[in-house]
């Protein structure tokens, strides 16, 4: 399909009907990887991502009958708003086929866009083929995600932003899903004739890009933080553009991931999701890459569940060694346990929550064990704290594979 318009084009369409969302310079992150580091937060676009652009440029392309009937979308995040958004603001009615497992929360920021949400299946795979019926039963448009020239040209508009903003990057980093959105930076990046390579990266659970241009078959499966790029089929007008112009498709793990979201909360106080911090793992996992050159990341989208950000700030105060349970082995007699905890404050720990394990067979009948919850300053006052309480005769241990224990 070829396309009919340019990312310039795009820009000009969208006009207001988006946000000219924020590029930043970032002090903290710059020192901490060696490199001139920018942002360019589409976490704080209209609907909380990039999607709107895209979704915006395709609507708009509609025939007035087409309009008329209706558009039908797949998706469980991000696409299923902007298309929901922006037809509810042309007046274009919307249906989005979310799966059964979609979150509440998803379901009912999409509804309340205006669009018509109908679950249906377990899969992504499964609505997009139930999608594909309603178009077939009732006439209406399909308005797909990322393999469309009319949407990847509308992602791409953030480029061209973003290299106005922050002038002669040498390097852009763009997270990929199904490629819509690399594929119009890296368009948008030719037609401004800019010098700025291009890197993507991709959820490791998930490099489908990766093995599509590699020839080989899709492991792609399981559980990922960066839902947002959880795509199992790449776009297949998407792929040529990745392959031409794309440098390196880095793949990032979970723990990677996550350390990124959590490192954007705290070093810039952003509220990003997995997928919009991805860009930021590849460059934390590729330091040396980059280091002493201008980089630029896209930070694609903020819609992050909020049980899923508290558990990873708590999981990141347990990396810092900020938090943590210890396993005490105290002598079962009184005022043991005083002496324990008074080790404890004496060395400045605070006690969260403390438990008493006296009754269990694996422990000794004149011990006991008592499990603490303590937070700290760091991991250097935490070690401080167990050398100390080994040396008063209390022998202890973190304990791993909880709420609190050390992720990694």
């Given at each position: 399909?070829?396309a009919t318009i340019t990312v310039k084009d795009a820009l000009k369409s969208?006009?207001?009907?988006?946000?000219?969302?924020?590029?930043?310079?970032?002090?903290?992150?710059?020192?901490?990887?060696?490199?001139?580091?920018?942002?360019?937060?589409?976490?704080?676009?209209?609907?909380?991502?990039?999607?709107?652009?895209?979704?915006?440029?395709?609507?708009?392309?509609?025939?007035?009958?087409?309009?008329?009937?209706?558009?039908?979308?797949?998706?469980?995040?991000?696409?299923?708003?902007?298309?929901?958004?922006?037809?509810?603001?042309?007046?274009?009615?919307?249906?989005?086929?979310?799966?059964?497992?979609?979150?509440?929360?998803?379901?009912?920021?999409?509804?309340?866009?205006?669009?018509?949400?109908?679950?249906?299946?377990?899969?992504?795979?499964?609505?997009?083929?139930?999608?594909?019926?309603?178009?077939?039963?009732?006439?209406?448009t399909f308005i797909p995600p990322y393999d469309d020239p009319d949407i990847?040209?509308?992602?791409?508009?953030?480029?061209?932003?973003?290299?106005?903003?922050?002038?002669?990057?040498?390097?852009?980093?763009?997270?990929?899903?199904?490629?819509?959105?690399?594929?119009?930076?890296?368009?948008?990046?030719?037609?401004?004739?800019?010098k700025t390579a291009v890197f993507g990266v991709q959820s490791a659970l998930?490099?489908?890009?990766?093995?599509?241009?590699?020839?080989?078959?899709?492991?792609?499966?399981?559980?990922?933080?960066?839902?947002?790029?959880?795509?199992?089929?790449?776009?297949?007008?998407?792929?040529?553009?990745?392959?031409?112009?794309?440098?390196?498709?880095?793949?990032?793990?979970?723990?990677?991931?996550?350390?990124?979201?959590?490192?954007?909360?705290?070093?810039?106080?952003?509220?990003?999701?997995?997928?919009?911090?991805?860009?930021?793992?590849?460059?934390?996992?590729?330091?040396?890459?980059?280091?002493?050159?201008?980089?630029?990341?896209?930070?694609?989208?903020?819609?992050?569940?909020?049980?899923?950000?508290?558990?990873?700030?708590?999981?990141?105060?347990?990396?810092?060694?900020?938090?943590?349970?210890?396993?005490?082995?105290?002598?079962?007699?009184?005022?043991?346990?005083?002496?324990?905890?008074?080790?404890?404050?004496?060395?400045?720990?605070?006690?969260?929550?403390?438990?008493?394990?006296?009754?269990?067979?694996?422990?000794?009948?004149?011990?006991?064990?008592?499990?603490?919850?303590?937070?700290?300053?760091?991991?250097?006052?935490?070690?401080?704290?167990?050398?100390?309480?080994?040396?008063?005769?209390?022998?202890?241990?973190?304990?791993?594979?909880?709420?609190?224990?050390?992720?990694?």
């Amino acid at each position: 399909m070829p396309a009919t318009i340019t990312v310039k084009d795009a820009l000009k369409s969208i006009g207001s009907a988006v946000l000219r969302t924020p590029t930043i310079y970032s002090p903290g992150l710059s020192e901490q990887t060696g490199a001139e580091v920018w942002l360019k937060l589409e976490n704080l676009q209209i609907t909380g991502s990039f999607k709107v652009r895209g979704a915006y440029i395709k609507l708009m392309s509609l025939q007035p009958d087409q309009r008329k009937a209706g558009v039908v979308a797949a998706s469980a995040g991000n696409h299923a708003q902007g298309v929901a958004y922006h037809a509810s603001k042309l007046g274009i009615p919307a249906t989005i086929v979310m799966p059964e497992t979609t979150p509440f929360t998803k379901v009912a920021r999409t509804e309340a866009l205006g669009a018509t949400v109908l679950l249906y299946g377990e899969s992504f795979s499964e609505a997009v083929t139930k999608a594909y019926e309603l178009v077939e039963k009732n006439n209406l448009t399909f308005i797909p995600p990322y393999d469309d020239p009319d949407i990847y040209l509308g992602q791409g508009s953030l480029m061209l932003e973003f290299i106005e903003d922050a002038p002669e990057l040498d390097a852009v980093i763009v997270p990929i899903g199904g490629g819509g959105l690399i594929s119009g930076c890296c368009l948008a990046i030719r037609e401004a004739n800019a010098k700025t390579a291009v890197f993507g990266v991709q959820s490791a659970l998930y490099p489908s890009m990766i093995e599509a241009m590699a020839g080989v078959p899709s492991t792609s499966g399981g559980r990922t933080i960066a839902e947002g790029i959880a795509v199992k089929t790449p776009g297949n007008l998407t792929k040529p553009i990745i392959k031409e112009n794309v440098e390196t498709i880095f793949k990032a793990d979970e723990t990677a991931i996550e350390i990124a979201v959590h490192t954007l909360l705290t070093e810039q106080h952003l509220v990003a999701e997995g997928a919009g911090a991805a860009s930021l793992a590849a460059l934390l996992e590729n330091k040396s890459k980059f280091k002493g050159k201008r980089v630029g990341l896209v930070i694609s989208g903020g819609n992050i569940d909020s049980r899923t950000l508290s558990a990873v700030l708590m999981r990141g105060l347990v990396r810092q060694g900020r938090l943590a349970r210890l396993r005490i082995e105290i002598p079962d007699t009184p005022g043991s346990l005083s002496k324990a905890t008074g080790v404890i404050g004496a060395n400045n720990g605070n006690i969260i929550e403390i438990h008493h394990r006296r009754l269990f067979h694996n422990v000794p009948i004149k011990l006991t064990e008592v499990d603490v919850v303590i937070e700290t300053v760091d991991d250097r006052q935490l070690e401080q704290i167990i050398s100390a309480l080994n040396e008063a005769g209390f022998p202890t241990s973190i304990l791993k594979g909880t709420s609190v224990a050390d992720p990694g």
